[in-house]
């Protein structure tokens, strides 16, 4: 097999047979820690503009098929594993991981420590890195100056409203990147989805007359994405509002908090969240680089509703006198767990206990 390399910009060399397209990538390197799930993460716009590391230590044992997709193409630019399956099984499989990378135009690279490899990322942090069949001093020089796109949800994002009509409730839903397991969830509730791109205005927003409004996950600083801000403010003082993942950070943001970078985020389907007036603990699917920073809540109306029980990480708030909650994880979790799917619930109730407040009133 042809060799590849993976060059970090703190100058570690890993070496590995290539799969997948034969392109050279340079993006942010990141680990995910799921033991399953691998085609869910590698098509979640969360992803674009990352090299994902799986630290299972098999990938693609069961192939790739046409229901876990959770966008058309894969949104990582890259994906780095310790042993590549080359015969997977799977009643459902429609072809072999590494077919569907060379088909679908990404690359990757398989025989990696990737437990080493993980832990250099724990210690030193999310990195840039180039993935490449030859290190040259010309690619040295293009990580070292390489920068992440600040367009990313503005790439991912839907280009033209659409809608799942139904006679549920209405939601409009702003696209920043979501994945299909949200539509998924809300199309198992019964629920008339209007999707909106991430530019959207609330004045066209509301003009639909939606019922409630759900901000979705997506890639990418959320300081990149100020200009959703007003429309966020605007939108959450006329109907009940959802956050999750990035439309947390935004929802946040609206309201007076700050973002920052984490060391190396959260990236997996096994992380515990409590949550906090119920004294429930849920496992959670998460995906995010970016975190809202607890201490800049306190000069907010924000209240902490959850948090990560391993480094107390903000991964839920609500906005006082307002029907407008948010989540880091994702409670639609494909492919799981399934624990906090029933926030979407929580929030159709909170939808309809709004309708009838306005109807008394």
Not at 78 to 92: D, F, G, K, T
Not at 221 to 241: C, E, F, G, N, R
Not at 254 to 267: I, L, P, Q, V
């Amino acid at each position: 097999m042809k060799k590849r390399y993976l060059l970090l910009e703190n100058g570690s060399v890993y070496e590995g047979e290539a799969f997948g397209a034969d392109v050279d990538i340079m993006a942010e390197l990141v680990f995910n820690t799921g033991m399953s799930g691998y085609q869910e993460s590698i098509t979640d716009l969360s992803y674009r503009g990352e090299i994902i590391v799986f630290t299972y230590p098999l990938i693609g044992n069961y192939g790739v098929n046409r229901d876990d997709f959770e966008s058309l193409r894969p949104a990582a630019s890259a994906i780095v594993v310790h042993e590549i399956a080359r015969r997977p099984s799977n009643w459902r499989k429609t072809m072999s991981l590494p077919e569907w990378a060379e088909k679908t135009g990404m690359p990757g690279i398989t025989g990696i420590d990737t437990r080493a490899l993980t832990k250099e990322l724990r210690n030193q942090g999310s990195m840039k890195a180039a993935l490449v069949d030859e290190i040259t001093d010309e690619v040295v020089a293009r990580l070292k100056a390489f920068e992440t796109s600040k367009t990313m949800v503005a790439d991912a994002t839907t280009k033209t409203q659409y809608q799942n009509p139904t006679d549920g409730v209405s939601i409009a839903l702003i696209d920043f990147g979501l994945k299909n397991s949200i539509l998924r969830s809300l199309a198992k509730r019964g629920v008339n989805v209007m999707v909106f791109p991430a530019n959207v205005d609330a004045e066209t927003v509301l003009a639909a007359n939606p019922d409630g409004i759900l901000l979705s996950n997506g890639p990418g600083d959320p300081k990149d994405v100020k200009y959703a801000i007003p429309t966020i403010q605007k939108l959450q003082k006329h109907l009940p509002l959802m956050g999750i993942c990035l439309g947390h950070q935004l929802f946040a943001i609206a309201n007076g908090a700050e973002t920052y970078k984490m060391k190396f985020g959260h990236r997996g389907f096994n992380h515990a969240v409590r949550t906090i007036s119920k004294a429930r603990l849920d496992f959670t699917s998460q995906n995010h680089g970016y975190a809202v920073e607890r201490a800049s809540l306190e000069k907010t109306d924000l209240v902490v509703t959850h948090e990560e029980i391993n480094d107390q990480t903000v991964e839920g708030v609500r906005l006082k006198g307002y029907n407008a909650f948010s989540v880091q994880f994702h409670p639609d979790a494909a492919p799981g767990p399934h624990d906090a799917e029933y926030l979407f619930d929580e929030f159709l109730d909170m939808i309809a206990d709004s309708k009838k407040e306005t109807t008394n009133a």
